[in-house]
């Protein structure tokens, strides 16, 4: 019983830090709660994702399919407050030009957005949205299934990266201290379940593998592509980077679901 209340203030601390939902007081914090709550990264976007499966499965049935998918995406960026979207703009300045690795993470620092910032923003979230459309052309019921699933397989990236890669950035004045070291073997193998739980339960619900099989292979290839540009540039991640993760491991999951159900 005391693991398992352990395990729920992870959890609770994770989705505190990556949403807006609000958390019982009794669950606390500390650094090293901070850190081991990358464990649950998953389970978090197991929840952001049910939240837009809802908003599109509900919106379809009012407007059409476009605005439905609209109205899914703004539902998550509302309960992320845009975290992950906010590192993948800071990542494309950063790393959009041929800047030294110096001057790159003092780019990514600055709060401002830039060319590059914008270009990947749109580019994503434009590539994101016309293919949660083309999902909900072929069927509502496999476009809200990949919608839970990929958000909560694309959490698997940063936590992947956290494990393989160093911090590349400045630790004394990192924004997240306790993100800043590698996980162990013991929270990458909770992942790892989270994973096959969520994979093992959209197979049941859809009963066919094909979209998710093809959906980890895009995810690996993404995680595999950002875990090679990362270290080539700044040598590690940062927090920016791990946030830009997500995003292109949503998207790059959504397009192999697509192309399995596509035909």
Do not use: N
Not at 17 to 25: E, G, H, Q
Not at 75 to 83: D, I, K
Not at 122 to 133: D, R
Not at 180 to 201: F, K
């Amino acid at each position: 019983m005391r693991w398992l209340v352990h395990e729920l203030r992870l959890f609770c601390i994770a989705l505190q830090f990556f949403t807006r939902i609000p958390v019982p007081a009794w669950v606390g914090w500390t650094p090293e709660w901070m850190h081991a709550s990358a464990r649950h990264y998953p389970a978090v976007g197991l929840c952001i994702g049910a939240a837009g499966a809802a908003v599109l499965a509900l919106a379809a049935q009012v407007w059409p399919f476009s605005v439905a998918v609209g109205l899914s995406m703004a539902a998550t960026v509302w309960m992320t407050g845009g975290f992950h979207e906010d590192g993948l703009a800071d990542t494309c300045d950063g790393l959009g030009g041929t800047v030294s690795r110096e001057r790159a993470l003092t780019i990514m620092k600055d709060s401002r957005l830039g060319s590059y910032g914008a270009l990947g923003l749109v580019g994503v979230l434009g590539l994101k949205a016309v293919t949660l459309h083309g999902l909900v052309t072929v069927d509502l019921l496999p476009a809200a299934v990949a919608t839970v699933w990929a958000h909560a397989l694309s959490r698997v990236a940063p936590v992947v990266l956290l494990w393989v890669l160093p911090y590349a950035g400045d630790l004394e004045h990192a924004k997240a201290k306790p993100m800043a070291q590698q996980i162990s073997g013991r929270g990458l193998l909770v992942v790892i379940g989270w994973a096959v739980v969520v994979s093992v339960a959209a197979v049941a619900v859809l009963g066919d593998p094909r979209p998710v099989l093809a959906g980890l292979l895009g995810l690996a290839g993404m995680v595999l592509w950002c875990g090679r540009w990362f270290h080539g540039r700044l040598g590690g991640y940062t927090g920016d980077t791990l946030g830009a993760s997500q995003q292109l491991s949503e998207l790059a999951a959504l397009l192999g679901w697509l192309a399995v159900l596509h035909g």
